[in-house]
C-alpha cells in the first residue's frame, strides 16, 4: 500500500526525494522516539530521513545514506481504525507531511498536493 500510495504522488513532488525508500516498521526505535521527545510509540505515524535534491548534489560523497520514509504501522492502524479515512488516504497523508515538513512545505501546499492524489 505505501509503494502504491507513493507511486500516485504527483512527481513533481516525488522528486524532492530522489530514490527514497519506504520502510515499513511497527513501531519507531527507542531513539527516534527519544529524539522526537514522544511520549508513547503511538505518537509518530512517521518519519522522513535524508537531504533535498539541491543538497544531495553538494554531499555527494560516500556514505551517504539514501532518503528514507519511516512509516510505522501499528501508530498508524490505530489512527485509522479512530478515524473515518481510508486506510490508504491515511498513509497518503503521512507520505505527504512526512516529505512535505522535511522539506520546507506550507500546509497548503501540502494540501494541495493531496488534493491532486485524491
Known sequence: MAADAYARLPKTFRDLTGNVVLRVQDFPENDVL???KAESEFDLLGLFQGT???QS??????GTLPNMVFLYRRPILDYWAEHHET???VITHVLIHEIGHHFGLSDADMA???GETS
Do not use: F
Open 57 to 62: 548534489e553538494e554531499l555527494s560523497h560516500t
Open 34 to 36: 527519544d529524539d522526537m
Open 87 to 89: 486506510l490508504g488516504a
Open 52 to 54: 533535498g535534491l539541491a
Open 112 to 114: 494541495r498536493i493531496e
